[in-house]
Nanobody, 123 residues
Framework: VQLQASGGGLAQAGGSLRLSCAYS????????VGWFRQAPGKEREFVAG????????KYADSMKGRFTISRDNAKNTVYLQMNSLKPEDTAVYYC?????????????????WGQGTQVTVSS
């Protein structure tokens, strides 16, 4: 199983970025996918998650209304649309594949992790 995150970069506060997570492997469409982030000197935190079928999503409180997670199983890709970016959103963003079909914010339920993509938001 491989996960490849992309789409990070530099954005101004109030701007937008869209992250993509391309995954490969058998039967991946039966598992939930999540996005996590880790800022320098801080612990990794949950950002958003989506069920295997894309029917349910979950967001961290600080991302609600600004971030949208979606998936296209035909393309084996999960997206994270990030709007109204803030400097505190600066972090390395990771996508991860859980071992469950339901959505969860528990990082220990995610078995496979991508390499991360850097998001930097300037004020």
């Amino acid at each position: 199983v491989q996960l490849q995150a992309s789409g990070g970069g530099l954005a101004q506060a109030g701007g937008s970025l869209r992250l993509s997570c391309a995954y490969s492997g058998r039967t991946l469409t039966t598992y939930g996918v999540g996005w996590f982030r880790q800022a320098p000197g801080k612990e990794r935190e949950f950002v958003a998650g989506i069920t295997s079928a894309g029917s349910d999503t979950k967001y961290a409180d600080s991302m609600k209304g600004r971030f949208t997670i979606s998936r296209d199983n035909a393309k084996n890709t999960v997206y994270l649309q990030m709007n109204s970016l803030k400097p505190e959103d600066t972090a390395v963003y990771y996508c991860a594949l859980s071992v469950y079909a339901f959505v969860t914010s528990d990082s220990y339920r995610y078995r496979y992790w991508g390499q991360g993509t850097q998001v930097t938001v300037s004020s």
